[in-house]
């Protein structure tokens, strides 16, 4: 006996103010005989797990969004997560069900974006989503009904692959003998990954070492001053991986070139009885030029307001993985000093390493 398919819905919106709402969408789905998914299951702001989210999506047979008045948190470049998984859908050509709160439709203050940057972020992805066929609901009982009658018209306009029952489906000695293929097929290519990995990690591992080595080997002097009208210094040579190391955990997420300039001052300054106040940008620039042609750090891609004019950089997944490699070192020399002064980690004199020993 054949089985009618269960649909998978995924359900997108923000959280906190959509509660009641998500759980009226949840409940329809249910009742309909399907199979809800939503961001809540998920932690959004790990990359690792936002690609559990897109395969989610990608396995998902129709897709939900739910906006009211609240844009919700931001992912990486500024956009917030329910539009990233909006974007996402209609990338993959899942059919989009879209339902955005009716503005005439009263609702509570304090589930309401004032801020006007934001407000106009969320307004663009509105516009956004009515850009296809939507509807407009005023609350949650509302809702419920809209959804169940737009997700059951799209069953019909759009039949989609959806889930079966494996006992089901029909087979022989064929559709076993091609299941064993396949999974002997994916054991394989799961081994290939891993050496895939394995040799990939080698590769960087090595790309970093000649990295830290050139900006070990690549001096600088960059003009500092201790206070905003006082006289330029150029008594600081100092490594580029003197530069990176001091400006690296700043940018991990995004720092400006004036904030940079300041804390690189007060890094390289030579009287450290004395106060500081910046490294010269121009200069500042040139060194971040340098980092960039290294693949370390690269202009932020974050957004921002239309007024704000600042210079915006941040590291690059490389320099993540560079600066923890440096960091890493720091903490495993601290930790061997900390056991003994003079002796290392397994009891013997500890003796200095061309590979190890970064410039202070």
């Known amino acids: 006996m054949a089985h009618a398919p269960k649909y998978q819905v995924f359900i997108s919106s923000t959280f906190e103010d959509l509660r009641e709402e998500r759980d009226q969408v949840i409940r329809a789905v249910l009742e309909m005989g399907h199979i809800p998914v939503g961001m809540e299951m998920f932690s959004a702001a790990d990359d690792e797990q936002w690609k559990i989210i897109a395969r989610h999506i990608e396995e998902s047979d129709y897709y939900a969004v739910v906006v009211a008045h609240r844009l919700g948190s931001l992912a990486d470049g500024g956009i917030s997560y329910t539009r990233k998984e909006y974007e996402y859908a209609t990338s993959k050509g899942i ?12 609702w ?29 609901w005023s ?9 169940s009658v737009a997700l059951m018209k799209a069953i019909t306009a759009n039949p989609r692959e959806g889930w079966v029952r494996a006992s089901s489906v029909g087979g022989g000695p064929e559709v076993t003998a091609e299941v064993v293929r396949l999974s002997a097929e994916n054991a394989a290519l799961r081994q290939q990954l891993v050496d895939a990995k394995v040799a990939s990690e080698t590769e960087q591992n090595e790309e970093i070492d000649r990295t830290m080595r050139t900006l070990l080997n690549s001096k600088r002097n960059p003009s500092y001053r201790y206070t905003a009208r006082g006289e330029w210094q150029r008594d600081a040579e100092v490594s580029l991986l003197t530069v990176f190391r001091s400006l690296g955990p700043g940018i991990i997420v995004e720092s400006t070139i004036d904030d940079m300039a300041s804390v690189l001052a007060m890094d390289i300054r030579i009287d450290k009885s ?3 106040d910046i490294v010269a940008t121009n200069q500042l620039k040139e060194l971040m030029a340098d980092l960039m042609t290294l693949d370390l750090v690269q202009p932020s891609g974050r957004r921002h307001a239309v007024s704000d004019a600042a210079e915006y ?5 490389f320099g993540q993985e560079a600066l923890k490699a440096i960091r890493k070192i720091a903490l495993t020399e601290q930790s061997a000093a900390q056991m003994d002064p003079e002796e290392g980690p397994d009891g013997e004199k500890d003796i200095e390493s061309p590979d190890t020993d970064i410039e202070n």
Do not use: H
């Open 139 to 147: 609350n949650s009982e509302d809702l419920y009904g809209r959804f």
């Open 313 to 317: 950089w941040s590291l690059s997944s």
């Open 274 to 276: 004395q106060r500081w």
């Open 95 to 106: 059919p989009v069900l879209g339902f955005v709160i009716d503005e005439k439709a009263s």
């Open 108 to 136: 509570p203050a304090d589930r309401v974006d004032s801020g006007t940057g934001t407000k106009k972020a969320l307004d663009d992805f509105k516009t956004l989503i009515r850009g296809k066929p939507v509807s407009f």
